[in-house]
T-cell receptor, first 114, second 115 residues
Framework: KAGVTQTPRYLIKTRGQQVTLSCSPI?????VSWYQQTPGQGLQFLFE???????NKGNFPGRFSGRQFSNSRSEMNVSTLELGDSALYLC?????????????FGSGTRLTVV | DAKTTQPTSMDCAEGRAANLPCNHS???????VYWYRQIHSQGPQYIIH???NNETNEMASLIITEDRKSSTLILPHATLRDTAVYYC????????????????FGSGTQLTVLP
């Protein structure tokens, strides 16, 4: 079956702009989580959505937001981009019931802010 | 979350077993040990998990000490494609919302398989 699909793969934006990233989870998976990966901070949890509801949010400013649609597809938005937002943004999907069922990650969107 | 400690880097000869250690001395009774790996520029990939018994799947084996304070991920016959950063994560197996379900990644171990 198809894996987790993230679009676009690469993105270049200018400071102050906003950006929307998309994630399509594995069919049947109802949970979508987002992570930011930078060389300095490593992989950091942004938020998790389950059945269109945000279940948990990491320690990121309000400029970072997300949503989930009824088909479980998710988007994350970053407004007023800063240079420090340059990162690999990863989406992970799971069935949503138990952690031990594992998370499947997409290949990520590499965002560069100039 | 229980904190994990892993070596920063390790080398392994191709075809040999790769043994990646992880210390989690503050693990609690209901926390599982999970292993993920991340090949350069890709998303992390789930490998295996366990609670207290040793586990094996098609990718690897997981050996957890009797006191559960440490574990070892074993790749029985490492190949060049196993070169990646390996993350050991300790987490409860929760169905609840809130912070119970997020994965906390440390720095991991950079495994380099040498030809």
């Amino acid at each position: 079956k198809a894996g987790v699909t993230q679009t676009p793969r690469y993105l270049i934006k200018t400071r102050g702009q906003q950006v929307t990233l998309s994630c399509s989870p594995i069919s049947g998976h109802r949970s979508v989580s987002w992570y930011q990966q930078t060389p300095g901070q490593g992989l950091q949890f942004l938020f998790e959505y389950f059945s269109e509801t945000q279940r948990n949010k990491g320690n990121f400013p309000g400029r970072f937001s997300g949503r989930q649609f009824s088909n479980s597809r998710s988007e994350m938005n970053v407004s007023t981009l800063e240079l420090g937002d340059s990162a690999l943004y990863l989406c992970a999907s799971s069935l949503g019931d138990r952690v031990r069922n594992g998370y499947t990650f997409g290949s990520g969107t590499r965002l560069t802010v100039v | 979350d229980a904190k994990t400690t892993q070596p920063t880097s390790m080398d392994c000869a191709e075809g040999r077993a790769a043994n990646l250690p992880c210390n989690h001395s503050t693990i609690s009774g209901n926390e599982y040990v999970y292993w993920y790996r991340q090949i350069h520029s890709q998303g992390p990939q789930y490998i295996i998990h366990g609670l207290k018994n040793n586990e094996t799947n098609e990718m690897a084996s997981l050996i957890i000490t009797e006191d559960r304070k440490s574990s070892t991920l074993i790749l029985p016959h490492a190949t060049l494609r196993d070169t990646a950063v390996y993350y050991c994560i300790v987490r409860v197996d929760s169905t609840r919302g809130g912070s119970a379900r997020q994965l906390t990644f440390g720095s991991g171990t950079q495994l380099t398989v040498l030809p």
